[in-house]
């Protein structure tokens, strides 16, 4: 089973406050994700990566940014925070082997509360 | 239309029943599947993937119809533990990349 690392678990803040959402995996996998997901609905891709150095956007990245300085980190910052972004975000990784059939292994999610 | 579309359930079944429930996905360039379960307020973990010629995992069986653009998850002899919601995801080609669409799930409980 992947190791990966979400913090904070939760996390209830005011609007307009900048809030980066960390996650790290110890299984050298290459690829990452960031998904949100609100209850009951599908994930929604926000920013992916495929290597150090590497990160593309997804469906809903307009208010957020990534870093991939090392490969086992892929924090994600939100400048300013608003009540729209309240949700829970997850983060996810693969091996990469085959983009075709790699299956993806969530850390166990930051619900963020925007007040 | 949402490009990959499930019934959201619940389903209430007896425990020890079988269960199906399908998910239909728009785009023909689809190129692989997956049945993810997503337990109340927890990460989703990765079922089973689907293969072309179907296939099971003990009491879970998966199947593809491509010609009528669906898969299936037909879980039997259902246990109170199989309650979960159930999403089904699509990986798409696009251009030289692969995208996963994810359905919304269908969510399962099982009654003692």
């Known amino acids: 089973e992947a190791d990966i690392y979400q913090t904070p678990r939760y996390l209830v803040i005011g609007t307009g406050k900048k809030i980066t959402l960390e996650c790290s995996q110890t299984?050298?996998?290459?690829?990452m994700y960031w998904y949100q997901q609100d209850p009951g609905m599908e994930l929604h891709l926000i920013h992916y990566?495929?290597?150090?150095?590497?990160?593309e956007k997804g469906d809903l990245s307009s208010e957020s940014t990534v870093s991939r300085i090392r490969t086992e980190h892929f924090p994600l910052t939100l400048e300013s925070a608003r009540p729209s972004h309240t949700s829970q975000y997850l983060c996810?990784?693969?091996?990469?082997?085959?983009?075709?059939?790699?299956?993806?292994?969530f850390g166990n999610g930051t619900r963020l509360t925007v007040t | 239309r949402k490009e990959v579309e499930q019934d959201p359930g619940p389903f209430n079944v007896p425990e020890g029943a079988t269960v199906a429930f399908n998910c239909t996905y728009s785009n023909s360039a689809s190129q692989s599947f997956f049945w993810y379960r997503q337990d109340c307020r927890k990460e989703p973990k990765l079922l089973m993937s689907?293969?072309?010629?179907?296939n099971e995992d003990g009491r879970f069986t998966a199947q593809l119809n491509r010609a009528s653009q669906y898969i299936s998850l037909l879980i039997r002899d259902s246990k109170l533990s199989d309650s979960a919601t159930y999403l089904c995801?699509?990986?798409?080609?696009?251009?030289?990349?692969?995208?996963?669409?994810w359905g919304a799930g269908t969510k399962l409980i099982i009654k003692p």
């Open positions: 689907v293969y072309s010629s179907g």
């Open positions: 995801v699509v990986n798409l080609k696009m251009d030289s990349n692969y995208q996963l669409i």
């Open positions: 990566s495929y290597g150090v150095n590497s990160t």
């Open positions: 996810a990784s693969s091996t990469g082997e085959s983009t075709y059939n790699s299956p993806l292994h």
């Open positions: 299984m050298g996998h290459d690829k």
